[in-house]
């Protein structure tokens, strides 16, 4: 078994972990334990004696501190599942070595294509190994290249004692995709002070804030009726779920959003003529913004709804996460240490703003801080993912500097 980090990855992409949303189980499905036996075996080969795999699926473990005096004990953490968006099936990993530019046509699918003015980031690999699927599955970069270079950081961390760092304790999470990434964690095991999730897309980056979010569930009940004697008295809930979605403001969708804008995005929708179900997420990075959406869509649900006098609905609210930048800033160390761990690690640091959550988000929020590193993976939940082997050797580096920086600073 051969250990580099990018070996480890192509171990790992290809183990089909895709987590369900459907499902009511954690993990919400059982394959995803199959990768976390994989990983539990090469941490136990790595030297870390108390590496396991709970009943949920988290993998848990710990990287011993070498030096007398106290220093917070970290966590890194990155999670097995792939997202449901797209097949991760029969993964088949392509190395591009020596890239030149241009743009990628996958192996598999000559319509699958990675291009250039569509990925900019492509600009910054030339003579870079540029890893991708064949074009029929995603490739799993979000999250399995988090996962090898805590493992390839690991094994270096061990194999060379002179390096001084503080506990370093290990988490490998199930069911990030579908929301419920630390729905079971158990932070007593852990016992972390602090954490940074290896979940982040371009080198050198690290981000300490995310959107905030809830979804929206809206069941409307119409007034069925046989068709031909429905004149003045049916109520068609397909109809008028249609109508709703046709109300949506056009400049509040995630096509036509960026930066620091919110969105209102329908995300499934299903019924019959007397009863029809719509599912939203909804996204903003301040509360206020998010509470002005639910109250905009809610409106717009009850307009639509005043000229069918005979039908009724329901508008559910969930809590999802919220913006971990609130809890961050409480501790500023946390992020001040990875810009230092990114500069010694060669890179110019880049703070910045995540369109989306991370298990960090949710970890903030019960007791764990947690900012976000970048992985160096891009086109996530697509088959036109990709990454690069040396944007993955960065995140090893950074990690192993960012052990040092904790211990040289407490």
Request: hydrophobic share 40%.
């Amino acid at each position: 078994m051969t250990d580099t980090v990018t070996d480890r990855f192509l171990r790992y992409v290809v183990v089909d972990t895709q987590s369900d949303p459907s499902s009511v189980t954690q993990p919400s499905t059982a394959k995803q334990k199959n990768l976390g036996r994989m990983l539990v075996e090469e941490l136990l080969a790595i030297g870390l004696a108390d590496a396991h795999l709970d009943e949920h699926g988290y993998v848990y473990a710990t990287i011993p501190s070498n030096v007398d005096k106290p220093v917070p004990v970290i966590c890194f953490c990155s999670h097995m599942d792939t997202a449901p968006d797209f097949t991760g099936t029969n993964v088949k990993p392509q190395i591009l070595r020596n890239y030149a530019g241009g743009d990628i046509r996958l192996s598999a699918d000559a319509q699958q294509v990675i291009r250039v003015d569509e990925h900019p980031a492509l600009q910054d690999q030339i003579g870079n190994d540029i890893i991708t699927s064949d074009g029929t599955t995603l490739l799993g970069a979000d999250d399995k290249a988090g996962l090898a270079e805590i493992v390839a950081a690991a094994q270096y961390l061990v194999d060379n004692p002179d390096i001084r760092h503080g506990t370093i304790k290990l988490l490998f999470t199930t069911d990030e995709e579908i929301g419920r990434g630390v729905d079971k964690v158990d932070l007593k095991t852990l016992g972390a002070q602090f954490a940074y999730t290896v979940d982040g897309e371009t080198a050198g980056h690290i981000e300490d804030e995310t959107f905030s979010a809830d979804s929206v569930e809206i069941v409307i009940q119409g007034v069925a009726i046989h068709p031909g004697f429905a004149k003045g008295k049916m109520e068609n809930a397909i109809k008028i779920a249609g109508a709703i979605i046709d109300r949506l403001p056009k400049d509040m969708a995630p096509e036509t959003t960026d930066g620091r804008d919110g969105f209102i995005h329908p995300t499934g929708i299903s019924g019959l003529m007397e009863k029809a179900s719509l599912g939203f997420i909804i996204r903003d990075f301040e509360e206020a913004g998010l509470a002005d959406k639910e109250a905009m869509l809610e409106a717009i649900v009850k307009d639509v709804m005043a000229a069918y006098p005979g039908s009724s609905h329901k508008f559910t609210v969930r809590h999802q996460y919220r913006n971990m930048k609130v809890i961050l800033d409480r501790h500023p160390e946390i992020v001040e240490n990875a810009v230092e761990a990114i500069r010694r690690a060669g890179m110019a640091p880049v703070r910045g703003s995540i369109r989306g959550g991370t298990d960090g988000s949710r970890l903030s929020f019960i007791g764990l801080p947690c900012a976000n590193i970048f992985a160096g993976g891009h086109a996530f939940h697509s088959p036109l993912e990709w990454v690069s082997r040396q944007d993955m050797e960065k995140a090893v580096k950074t990690l192993v500097e960012l052990a040092k920086v904790w211990e040289e600073r407490s």
